[in-house]
Nanobody, 126 residues
Framework: QVQLVESGGGLVQAGGSLRLSCAAS????????MGWFRQAPGKEREFVAA????????HYGDSVKGRFTISRDNAKNTVYLQMSSLKPEDTAVYYC???????????????????WGQGTQVTVSS
């Protein structure tokens, strides 16, 4: 069982930056691919970014490519999402997720993730 706790959300003006963190319990965090997803009111959950277990593979959603960066620190059992040049359309609840299986890939589909955090709200004002 893996527990994930997100932090770092908040209110920011358009053009600003935030860094989200996701702390994971358990000693085998380094086995798992990690992902960030977001969901805005009335919209479906959207893929944001993913990273494989050693950080060598990353994927990004088209809407955040070039503005967001995913990274991880396996020694701290933590994955990060650095968000820059934020736009009002980035407003959403952001969730981190863990794949729960040992593997070398990073995944875009929410169906590949077994564990989810509770989410952290990011609000970007115009």
């Amino acid at each position: 069982q893996v527990q994930l706790v997100e932090s770092g959300g908040g209110l920011v003006q358009a053009g600003g930056s935030l860094r989200l963190s996701c702390a994971a319990s358990g000693s085998i965090f380094s086995f798992y691919a990690m992902g960030w997803f977001r969901q805005a009111p009335g919209k479906e959950r959207e893929f944001v970014a993913a990273i494989n277990r050693d950080g060598g593979i990353t994927h990004y959603g088209d809407s955040v490519k070039g503005r967001f960066t995913i990274s991880r620190d396996n020694a701290k059992n933590t994955v990060y999402l650095q968000m820059s040049s934020l736009k009002p359309e980035d407003t959403a609840v952001y969730y981190c997720a863990a794949s729960g299986v040992y593997g070398s890939s990073a995944y875009r589909s929410p169906g590949e993730y077994a564990y989810w955090g509770q989410g952290t709200q990011v609000t970007v004002s115009s």
